[in-house]
Every structure is written in structure tokens, then in C-alpha cells.
């Protein structure tokens, strides 16, 4: 019935010896872990249907994957093909369908189809399958044949018998199918001893019999112990597999002795304890095999044990946790006992680390089951585990934030102090000097390592500063703490595992909390946090309630510079309403960011349809901007979020030029905004930005002329972003029968960089595709039709993280591949 293409797909891995070797291997450097297998997934972990040693699969020359039952590979009968597998040519890729890099890089716009000077290819493999006639079929899904222990094994795994219980319960798990050879082809092996956490604990009364009857379900739903507990724990992503056979009831004769047993299982997202190397959270397989033991037709006994196999942490190839949680009927209350145990499939010079954190991890879980099992028989809702503490725990939007309004908000403003130790054999620390530190050598940084915008003077001075050298804006003052070690209301903050000082140590500049440790043995970098508290001063000015930032800006003399003098007798006007705006300074000092000597021009004398300037200019000059500004609806337009208008500088102010009935109208504000960032190495996704506009409008007899919008852009996290920033001016000018559109834009560098050459072309090709774009957006702007978004960035990054976590078959079912 099923005539239409299914296909899944692999991604085959391999690295060069040294840069000198022609030969490529699958990746063996340490920390290449499970990229070792070779065979993996669009995440670069181990594929789910691998078959085989990781040995033997990474010298196989085609995928070593085996479909569920009930799927076969169709062959291809084309030549190159290996058992229905097919190399599928990526982007850019080179012959054989190879694409390198430096490392292995998760974004797609990191690998190049050139070899020289790479280190690691990767190509795609494909493979269409297809039912098989004979596949079993479980309310429209193909239930997976999964092995079972053997009833041998079982009965061994609950400590032979056990008040006269255990004989029943195997009996009753030989009855549902369970068979094997003595454990062969079974179950995740069982530890050869288990560690005892919680033992005759006694909880208050459960009804065993309701929560048997719900374990037991066809489908787990709201109300199964299990999955309450799974969702209780912050685990995601749950999706639970039929039964491997119907669950199966024995009688055990003339004591009236019965038991119940199946197995399933449950594929989830489980979050991960902050540790070195390792992700936020991590696929997992949890096979789950209940038994519950009756007399006399009540549940005397449950007992449920849980193998949890991760896929995503570094060496989860090489272990895996089995729990065991027993409930037991008592007078009066219900006994609770929990044991775990860790099983290591290989060697690992890291297994004394994997027991010791499972061992802290088991005995949290055990606090958090007795308190799940207190409140779910007093009919509560269990309170959900804690989060584990993380960078990444914040949003997004409030890492963004700009830091008047951080401050606003919380009254404190936190800072980041940076230092590099010179070598391992020195004890001397000094602010980051390292070429690729960047802005990291400011010394004094944001949360994510950039200069903070409040930074007062130079590189040199600031590095060596002892205190954070930043300056509120106008309106704002430190709270002086008048505690030791405090310095003009600075102090530092003791952060978790911190050492003396307050101190944080790891082997570099990582982002994630989890990878700083409190002992500085073996690292080059550490950190420390400072908080000072700010408090209103009465002398605030206040614009609608928010302090308005007091923004240095151009003089006049520069403004008229950057009009190019008097231009049809309109600059000397424009400049003129500047200096009512209250734009005053000595020739450019403590002004607007600089402007490039020289300007690019992009569009000249463009003509796009008649645009109403009146209405425009209008509602540029508006005192809050909003849906129909033609800038903040340009932002819109090109992807720009969490956008955050300013309040003007000063109130935008007028002029009338006199007797030739010139005027113009002028104002500055700024926009703190989040901008997407085309691909490049090392480059974010997005950056946080400020863009200060200055707006010039030139009306003659009432009517307006020219609009003129002038905009520096200061990115803040890219590479180099301190090094440079990028000025726009667009030009409107009203003509007959239409309007007459320029563009100009330059690059102001504010220091030397080894790289600017390549900034240069980057920003260049930037700015020829925005022109064209604000082309389009104008010519639609005037037919009165929305503008069209401007196309995402292609990356790899782009896909959900939903989708990446899907299980093959699902991908496969949905996506056809």
C-alpha cells in the first residue's frame, strides 16, 4: 500500500592523520567521541540502528545500519551503490561527494568542497527502504522486535525468590514472550551489583491497585506513575513504544500468588548536570520492565526497573544507568526502596568521573522521588525538579537587554573580569592578550565576553584598571556599599564553585558555566563577577517616565561637513535645526560614532514610484515610533528583532530659513536592536546592535524636498565588532512623477586589524544586496503592498530542535526520508 519513497539518511565522517597525509581514517583524536564510530547522525552521534563494535563499524565501507522489522532496504541496482546505500552530492561538495573543514563543525556554512589545509571531510549517504509484507503492525505503526531478558536472567535479577514472589514474576515474564539464552540478545545488561539509596522508606498509602492498572495501559498517559514521574523531572520529548508483547498475567497456584509483567519502551530528551564537554540536554532510551506481584487480587508488590542508554554525551557508548524503585504494601503506608547500578560496556580512563556524577545525580533523584510519591498520595501535583544552573537558562531576551534597561529593571549592572595566565609556569595573571581573545582584551566584558557599552577610555587603560571602569548614563549613581573590598560600589560576587577572590577557573574563555571549576591547576583563564548598584539622582531628566540618555552628538560644523556644504542652499538649513536640536560640540568631539572620509556610493539618482514625504517625515519626527515609520518597518522588514527605540536626544527642533521659505527639521535617536549575521567562521548567528539615526528633513514652501537618514550601525557580538562600525545614508528627494532614492554607506575603523580586507569585502557584499533590497521595499511602500522579509541566512542551525531530535523511523515516516 506503501508505493511512496521512504529513505533515511547518515553521515559518514573521517580525518587526516596530520595535514602531510593523503591517508583519512574515522576520527581518533579523544575528543572526537562518538564521531569515532564514523557512521552518524546529522548531530554526530551514533545512529540508533548501528550494528556492530564501534571497531568494526568504523573500518565498514558502506553504513553498518539495520532498519526495525518490517523495513528492508530497496536496492538501487546503480552503480556505486552498496546495499541499497547511494553517496547523495551535498552543496559545494568535492568528488566523492566529500566536504571538508577544520573540524567538525555542525553549521553547513563551515565546509568548503577544496581539501587543502582541512582535516576533516564528511559526505551523506542515503538509502530508500520499504515495507516489508510481513510487518507486524501496531495501530499503524511498526512495532519494534525488541529482545527481551530470559526468564533465567529475570528471576536472577530479582534475587531469586524473594518472599515466595519472584518464581511467579518470571513466570509471568516467560508468558509475555520473554526468552533468550541466558541473557543473550537481551535487555541492557544488569549491573553486577546494585548501590542501595533508599531502603524500607516509608511513604504515605498508595493505591498500588489503581497505579498497576495505569502502568499496564495500552497507551501511558496522565495518571501512569511513570510518565508523571518522566515529566515531573523536566524530561521532554517523550514518546512511548508499544509494548514489545502484551503484557502477561501467571497464577501461581494454591497460595493465590500472581504476577503481572511487560516491557517498553520510552525515547526522551533528559536535561544533563552541567560538566565539561557535555550538552544541556541529551537524547535518551529508557527500557522499562514492570512487574507487579499480587495475593489474593491485591498488589502486593511493584516493582519497576529503567536501563537509561544515553546518545548525546561525551562516551555514552560507554555506559549505562539501571534503576530499580520498588513499592511494596505496607499497614498503613506504602515502602519505597530504590537501588541503581552503572554498567560499562568498554573501558574508559574517565569511568571514576561517570560514577562519581551518576552517583550525586542517583541520590538527588532519590530526594526528589520520596517527595514526588509524599505529594502524589496526598493527591498533589509534584513539584518539578530544578533546572540545572546554566548560562543557558537564560532567555535570550534578557541576555539582550540594553544595560539602562537591565538596570532600570534590576537597579544593578553586572560585569565580567577576564585574565590570562602568561604560561602554565607562571603565576603572573594579566588581562587577555592573546590575538584571538578579541574582545576579551577589554578585560572588563558583558556576559558573553564583549566591551561593555558603559566602557570609559582606551584598550590600554581600561585593561589595567582594578576596578570596573564603566560610567552610568545621566540620571543614574552608584549606591556606595561602605563595605571592605568595595570599590566606588563595586563588588565581587561569590558565583557557585567559585575559588578565593571569587574566582573561576577553566582551560579558556568558554561560554557555559558548567565548564568553570574552583581550582586553578592546569588553566590558563579565569573569571570574576561584579555588581554595583545604581540608584536614580534627583537631577534626572525624565522622558514618559524612563531617563532619557544623554547622547553626545555632531556639531554643526561637522553636520554641515557630512551634507557636503550647501547643496541647492538646503545644508546651511539642516544644520541650522541640528543646533536648535541642541546638538552642540567642538568640531566633532564627543559626537555621533565618526564618519568614514569617503563614501561608497551604492544607488544614485534610483527613481522609484512617488512616496507621499510629507506623510514620511512625519511620522519619522514622531515622539514614539511604530507601525508606518519607514525605518522601524525597514528593520521589520530585514529580519531585525527585539527592536528598542529610544527616546529622542533632544526634541526634534525646526528652522526657517527666511525669505527663500527654507526650513528644515532634524533629530537623533537611537535603536538597540538584534541583527542577523550573514555565515562566516566564528561568526554568531545574530548580534545585538545599537544604531544611532540621525533624520534631516528640508521643506521649501511648506513642502518636503529631501529626507536624509544617516545610521551608524555598532554590532556587539561578532568578531572584531570593536574594531569597526558601518555608516548608511539614504537619500529621498521628492522629483515629478516619483521620488528620486540615493544610497551611500562606508566602514570607520577605530582601530587596526589583520582583517579588515576581509570585512571590507564582506560588508561591501552586505550592502549591495540590502540596496537592492531597499529598492524592492520602496517600490512597495509606494503601491501601497507589505515588503517582503529578507530571506533567512541558510544554515544548519535553522532546523527546529524537534526535528533534530526525532527518532529515525518518525523522520522517516513523516519526512519520507
Known amino acids: ?124 549517504w542515503r538509502c530508500t527502504f520499504e515495507p516489508h509484507s510481513s510487518s507486524p503492525d501496531v495501530g499503524g505503526r511498526v512495532a519494534p522486535q525488541m529482545p527481551l531478558r530470559s526468564a533465567a536472567v529475570a528471576a536472577r535479577c530479582d534475587g531469586g525468590k524473594e518472599g515466595g514472589k519472584a518464581p511467579a514474576a518470571a513466570e509471568a515474564e516467560a508468558a509475555a514472550g520473554v526468552t533468550g539464552g541466558g541473557g543473550g540478545g537481551c535487555l541492557p545488561a544488569r549491573p553486577a551489583a546494585l548501590i542501595t539509596l533508599l531502603e524500607a522508606s516509608e511513604v504515605p498509602k498508595l493505591d498500588l491497585k489503581e497505579e498497576v492498572d495505569k502502568l499496564f495501559a495500552e497507551e501511558w498517559s496522565s495518571g501512569c506513575l511513570v510518565l508523571d514521574l518522566l515529566s515531573a523531572s523536566d524530561v521532554s520529548e517523550i514518546e512511548v513504544a508499544p509494548w514489545a508483547a502484551a503484557p502477561a498475567a501467571t497464577d501461581g497456584g494454591a497460595e493465590g500468588e500472581a504476577a503481572r509483567c511487560g516491557t517498553r519502551q520510552v525515547s526522551a530528551r533528559l536535561v544533563v548536570p552541567p560538566a565539561p564537554m557535555a550538552p544541556k540536554t541529551t537524547r ?158 577589554w578585560r572588563w566584558v558583558t556576559r558573553t565576553y564583549t566591551k561593555h557599552e558603559w566602557t570609559q577610555g582606551t584598550q590600554e587603560a581600561v585593561a589595567k584598571a582594578e576596578a570596573p571602569p564603566l560610567e552610568a548614563p545621566a540620571g543614574w549613581r552608584a549606591k556606595s556599599l561602605g563595605e571592605e573590598g568595595s570599590k566606588g560600589g563595586w563588588a565581587v ?49 525624565d522622558v514618559g517616565g524612563r531617563v532619557a540618555p544623554q547622547m553626545p552628538l555632531r556639531s554643526a560644523a561637522v553636520a554641515a561637513r557630512c551634507d557636503g556644504g550647501k547643496e541647492g542652499g538646503k545644508a546651511p538649513a539642516a544644520a541650522e535645526a541640528e543646533a536648535a536640536a541642541g546638538v552642540t560640540g567642538g568640531g566633532g568631539g564627543g ?40 525605518v522601524l518597518d525597514l528593520l521589520s522588514a530585514s529580519d531585525v528583532s527585539e527592536i528598542e527605540v529610544a527616546p529622542w536626544a533632544a526634541a526634534p527642533a525646526a528652522t526657517d530659513g527666511g525669505a527663500e521659505g527654507e526650513a528644515a527639521r532634524c533629530g537623533t535617536r537611537q535603536v538597540s536592536a538584534r541583527l542577523v549575521v550573514p555565515p562566516a567562521p566564528m561568526a554568531p548567528k545574530t548580534t545585538r546592535a545599537t544604531i544611532t539615526y540621525r533624520v534631516v528633513a528640508e521643506e521649501k514652501a511648506s513642502a518636503v524636498e529631501k529626507v536624509t537618514i544617516e545610521a551608524d550601525f555598532v554590532l556587539h557580538d561578532t568578531p572584531y565588532c570593536d574594531c569597526f562600525h558601518v555608516h548608511e545614508q539614504i537619500c529621498l528627494q521628492a522629483a515629478p512623477g516619483g521620488t528620486v532614492l540615493a544610497k551611500k554607506f562606508g566602514i570607520v575603523f577605530s582601530k587596526k586589524t589583520f582583517v579588515q580586507s576581509m570585512i571590507e569585502s564582506n560588508t561591501t557584499a552586505q550592502q549591495k544586496k540590502s540596496a537592492d ?28 530542535s524537534a526535528a533534530q531530535s526525532q527518532s529515525p523511523l518518525e523522520a522517516m515516516k513523516e519526512k519520507r526520508y
Open 284 to 441: 535518551a532510551t529508557i527500557t522499562y520492565r514492570v512487574v507487579a506481584e499480587e495475593k489474593a487480587s491485591a498488589v502486593e508488590k511493584v516493582t519497576i526497573e529503567a536501563d537509561f542508554v544515553l546518545h548525546d554525551t561525551p562516551y555514552c557508548d560507554c555506559f549505562h544507568v539501571h534503576e530499580q524503585i520498588c513499592l511494596q504494601a505496607a499497614p498503613g503506608g506504602t515502602v519505597l526502596a530504590k537501588k541503581f547500578g552503572i554498567v560499562f560496556s568498554k573501558k574508559t580512563f574517565v569511568q571514576s568521573m561517570i560514577e562519581s556524577n551518576t552517583t550525586a545525580q542517583q541520590k538527588k533523584s532519590a530526594d526528589f522521588l520520596m517527595d514526588f510519591l509524599r505529594r502524589r498520595a496526598g493527591g498533589e501535583a509534584a513539584v518539578a525538579a530544578p533546572a540545572s544552573p546554566s548560562a543557558g537558562s537564560k532567555s535570550s531576551a534578557a541576555q539582550s537587554q540594553s544595560p539602562l534597561e537591565a538596570m532600570k529593571e534590576k537597579r544593578y549592572i553586572e560585569v565580567w573580569e577576564l585574565q590570562r595566565r602568561l604560561t602554565l609556569f607562571h603565576t603572573t595573571w594579566t588581562a587577555p592578550f592573546l590575538p584571538h581573545d578579541g574582545t576579551k582584551q
Open 591 to 630: 559626537c555621533l560614532p565618526a564618519r568614514p572620509a569617503a563614501l561608497i556610493t551604492l544607488l544614485e539618482a534610483s527613481e522609484v514610484p512617488k512616496l507621499d514625504l510629507k506623510e514620511e517625515v512625519d511620522k519619522l519626527f514622531a515622539e514614539e515610533w511604530s507601525s508606518g515609520c519607514l
Open 493 to 541: 560576587v561569590d558565583t557557585p564553585g567559585c575559588h578565593e577572590g571569587g574566582w573561576q577557573y577553566a582551560v579558556d574563555f568558554y561560554g557555559s558555566d558548567s565548564l568553570w571549576i574552583g581550582i586553578p591547576s592546569m588553566c590558563l583563564c579565569r573569571r570574576r563577577l561584579w555588581r554595583c548598584t545604581f540608584e536614580p539622582h534627583s537631577s534626572s531628566p
Open 1 to 124: 500500500a506503501m508505493k511512496e519513497k521512504r529513505y533515511i539518511e547518515v553521515w559518514e565522517l573521517q580525518r587526516r592523520l596530520t595535514l602531510f597525509h593523503t591517508t583519512w581514517t574515522a576520527p581518533f583524536l579523544p575528543h572526537d567521541g562518538t564521531k569515532q564510530w564514523r557512521w552518524v547522525t546529522r548531530t554526530y552521534t551514533k545512529h540508533e540502528w548501528t550494528q556492530g563494535t564501534q571497531e568494526a563499524v568504523a573500518k565498514a565501507e558502506a553504513p553498518p545500519l539495520e532498519a526495525p522489522a518490517g523495513w528492508r532496504a530497496k536496492s538501487l541496482g546503480e552503480e556505486g551503490s552498496k546495499g541499497g546505500w547511494a553517496v547523495v552530492d551535498t552543496p559545494g561538495c568535492h568528488e566523492g561527494g566529500w566536504q571538508y573543514a577544520v573540524d567538525f563543525y555542525g553549521s553547513d556554512s563551515l565546509w568548503i568542497g577544496i581539501p587543502s589545509m582541512c582535516l576533516c571531510r564528511r559526505r551523506l
Open 773 to 800: 533590497f531597499l529598492m524592492d521595499f520602496l517600490r512597495r511602500r509606494a503601491g501601497g503592498e507589505a515588503a517582503v522579509a529578507a530571506p533567512a541566512s541558510p544554515s544548519a542551525g535553522s532546523k527546529s
